[in-house]
């Protein structure tokens, strides 16, 4: 009863001088506040426990710590890095780790190639000022699955993309062809790549061309040129591809656009966009451009 007393007046009376009058020592009164705390679970602590198994759920398990503490703190959790390992470590949640995969691209043609226009500046000052693209492959039951992607590098965003069962040019051209319906962007559009032949076809080419886009093409043998969209396909196949046995090609393109629509663009928190996602990021922007 003592120390229940002090406890429920301790914001009234100082600790040591209610220890004194009750007769109790202020160790001993330390010693119940630690026990107490042991025995009542912290609701804010359960909360954040549930919280960090969902954040973990949603991402497919593919958060780490940096990107656990940002979601935490988006949902109103003031935790640091250190406080979010320590939850996750508690709440049994751990970050998945990609396989390594091999190149696909084939730069041995004879076709001709874009100059490297755009040079590694992966940072966009606008939308559809410079986009980057490249081919991946899935497995499946059926057979091999193949993904083509245009990324917008001002917000990380996937713009537009393809699935075939072939790795040939209208996988890439239909990828731009979505990326220009959806976004609709001005001449002078950046348009970065490897140099497999997909890109240095005369399909793509003109297809460039007539939109008044300039063509960019990655160093042979420089998989760095292209690191975004490099960057993207890891995070594809750790998050999500490497963890499911597709049967056919039908329930792969299923998921994988689940993950580019549902997931990554719109909740995934990149670290390049100050851990917002891609749409969030292109909103605030635009209320920011809209204030100006």
């Known amino acids: 009863m003592k120390y229940a007393f002090i406890t429920q007046h301790k914001k009234t009376w100082p600790v040591d001088l209610m220890c004194r009058l009750l007769g109790v020592s202020r ?5 119940y506040c630690l026990y107490q705390q042991s025995r009542e679970p912290d609701p804010e602590h359960l909360d954040m426990l549930n919280a960090v198994k969902e954040v973990a759920e949603a991402s497919r398990y593919s958060y780490g710590s940096r990107r656990m503490k940002r979601a935490l703190n988006a949902l ?45 500046q992966f940072a966009a000052a606008k939308p559809d000022q410079a986009y980057v693209s490249d081919i991946t492959y899935i497995w499946t039951q059926e057979g091999w699955l193949y993904l083509t992607v245009f990324i917008d590098l001002f917000s990380r965003r996937v713009v ?36 497999g032949s997909q890109y240095a076809s005369k399909a793509y080419r003109r297809l460039l061309q007539s939109n008044g886009f300039v063509g960019s093409m990655s160093r042979k043998g420089d998989c760095w040129d292209n690191a975004v969209a490099e960057s993207f396909f890891a995070s594809l196949k750790k998050e999500r591809v490497q963890w499911r046995h597709y049967q056919t090609r039908a329930e792969a393109q299923q998921d994988i656009l689940d993950y580019i629509v549902m997931f990554y663009n719109s909740r995934r928190l990149h670290s390049t966009l100050d851990y917002s996602s891609p749409n969030d990021f292109e909103s605030a922007m635009a209320e920011l451009k809209k204030a100006a």
Not at 27 to 31: D, E, F, I, S, T
Not at 104 to 110: A, E, G, P, Q, R
């Open 27 to 31: 160790n001993a009164y330390y010693r």
């Open 76 to 120: 109103g959790y003031p935790v640091g890095r250190r406080k979010a390992r320590s939850l996750m470590r508690e709440a049994g949640v751990q970050a998945r780790y990609r396989k390594k995969y091999k190149v696909t691209t084939n730069s041995n043609h004879k076709q001709p190639v874009f100059e490297n226009v755009l040079e590694r």
């Open 160 to 195: 537009g993309w393809s699935m075939s069962s072939r790795m040939k040019t209208k996988a890439v051209t239909d990828a731009l062809r979505m990326a220009l319906w959806r976004r609709r962007p001005e001449a002078g559009l950046i348009v970065h790549s490897d140099r």
